[in-house]
């Protein structure tokens, strides 16, 4: 399976300030989930991508999904103590016969009070 | 989540036991997985189970077996534990594709340590 590159790995901001995170594939996706994951706990399923250029928001959090169907962003608006965590992309490549998710590397949100 | 339980939570075992890590879930998902997360590297697949007697191998699969005789569980045996399985192990479980969205639920894990 392709090694799914989640860009930045780590990410620290000011309360308050926005964040995004980029998740790139080299194949075209069937779908892509995003996950969320606090520290010492288990990740959490977000929400799911399926258009080409689909957007959705869920109160500050906004999730696209690249025209190509090949990358995808995640990016909350004013940042709040409890969007602490690390954010997965995972990538769903069904239509090559895949049944199974590959997770990126995370990107890990630290919020400076 | 109240619906995927995994156990033991965390678990200290020697090097060359045998040890099993177990998963059940109640929705009767069809899906379940077992994944290994360890720092740098995110999660990592080991095994999948698409039904009940049906189980495919992910990408680090050496070491490791597993059965699903009943679609509720699905348990992970570590045949000769080996320090480098050292990890936190999550199983999960989602429903079929085409069910609308099928995201994955997660257990809560297992932090297992090899001595």
């Known amino acids: 399976g392709q090694q799914v590159m989640q860009i930045p790995q780590y990410q620290h901001v000011q309360e308050g300030e926005d964040f995004t995170t980029y998740c790139n594939s080299s194949t075209t996706l069937s779908n892509i989930q995003w996950y969320k994951q606090r520290p010492g706990g288990h990740p959490v399923f977000l929400i799911q991508l399926v258009k080409s250029g689909e957007v959705k928001k869920q109160k500050r959090l906004t999730f696209q999904f690249g025209e190509a169907k090949k990358n995808s962003s995640l990016h909350i608006t004013a940042t709040q103590t409890t969007d602490v965590g690390t954010y997965f992309c995972a990538l769903d490549e069904s239509n090559f016969g895949n049944e199974k998710l590959t997770f990126g590397t995370g990107t890990r949100l630290t919020i400076i009070p | 989540d109240a619906g995927i339980t995994q156990s033991p939570r965390y678990k200290i075992t020697e090097t060359g036991r045998q040890v099993t890590l177990m998963c059940h879930q109640t929705?009767?998902?069809?899906?379940m997985f077992w994944y290994r997360q360890d720092l740098g590297h995110g999660l990592r697949l080991i095994y999948y189970s698409a039904a009940a007697d049906i189980t495919d191998k992910g990408e680090v699969s050496d070491g490791y077996v597993v059965s699903r005789s009943k679609t509720e569980n699905f348990p992970l045996t570590l045949e000769s534990a080996t320090r480098s399985q050292t990890s936190v192990y999550f199983c999960?479980?989602?429903?079929?594709?085409?069910?609308?969205?099928?995201?994955?639920?997660f257990g809560s894990g297992t932090r297992l340590t090899v001595v």
């Open positions: 999960a479980s989602s429903k079929r594709r085409g069910k609308g969205e099928y995201g994955y639920t």
């Open positions: 929705w009767s998902h069809s899906y």
